[in-house]
């Protein structure tokens, strides 16, 4: 069985660089979260996809971020021109939406970005 | 607008000790609601679930919590403390619909002491 996966784990990189991060969901699940956590505070919600289709971006998610889901399976995230305020762990959540299903979320282990 | 509020960032019990974490929630429609644990340098991974259905949810390694509508609270509790507990525990607030996507606490980080 494979869960969410991310890659990388760990990114290290210097201000002004552009990052991409990849989250591979369950299998078949047609939703795909982002989240950027912060040391000390709870996930915050980014984006999400439904199949190939990006539904709602979070304020939160500025113009040097960019996601996409090509072919609805795999997704990545895109940070141009990093700065220091983006230092988090990145986490990736997939789901399989259906009606009454509680919207349970399977989390991957997330991407730490620290940008120097 | 949707919001979860978690009383005390810090928890510590002794080992075999009751295990309380408390919740409360807002949202102008019944919501699902949610616990997940945390571990180090890992992703979250789901305790258990409030979708409408019992008020009292069991969920994985012996954790439960009671949906309150009036208080509106959703606390996590454990009658016995192990050490391996030792994690950061957030709950959540989904407002279903169409979106599905989660507000979370601030987290409250339990320590276990032997």
């Known amino acids: 069985d494979t869960g969410v996966s991310q890659d990388p784990r760990h990114k290290i990189t210097k201000r002004g660089q552009n990052v991409t991060f990849r989250c591979d969901p369950i299998?078949?699940?047609?939703?795909l979260y982002w989240y950027r956590q912060t040391l000390g505070q709870g996930p915050e919600f980014l984006t999400y996809?439904?199949?190939?289709?990006?539904?709602?971006k979070s304020r939160l998610l500025s113009d040097r971020f960019s996601a996409e889901r090509p072919k609805g399976s795999f997704s990545t995230l895109e940070i141009q021109r990093t700065e220091q305020g983006d230092s988090a762990m990145y986490l990736c959540?997939?789901?399989?939406?259906?009606?009454?299903?509680?919207?349970?979320?399977?989390f991957g282990p997330g991407t730490r970005l620290t940008v120097l | 607008a949707q919001s979860v509020t978690q009383l005390g960032s810090h928890v510590s019990v002794s080992e075999g000790a009751l295990v309380l974490l408390r919740c409360n929630y807002s949202?102008?429609?019944?919501?699902?609601l949610f616990w997940y644990v945390q571990y180090p340098n890992q992703g979250l991974q789901l305790l258990l679930k409030?979708?409408?259905?019992?008020?009292l949810v069991k969920g994985i390694n012996g954790f439960e919590a009671e949906f309150k509508k009036s208080e509106t609270s959703f606390h996590l509790t454990k009658p016995s403390a192990h050490m391996s507990d030792a994690a950061e525990y957030f709950c959540?607030?989904?407002?279903?619909?169409?979106?599905?996507?989660?507000?979370f606490g601030k987290g409250t980080k339990l320590s276990v002491k032997p």
């Open positions: 299998s078949e699940h047609n939703r």
């Open positions: 949202s102008s429609v019944p919501p699902y």
């Open positions: 959540a607030v989904s407002e279903g619909g169409s979106q599905g996507n989660l507000i």
């Open positions: 996809f439904q199949n190939e289709a990006q539904l709602e």
């Open positions: 959540a997939s789901s399989l939406f259906s009606s009454g299903n509680g919207y349970e979320q399977f």
């Open positions: 409030y979708t409408s259905a019992a008020t």
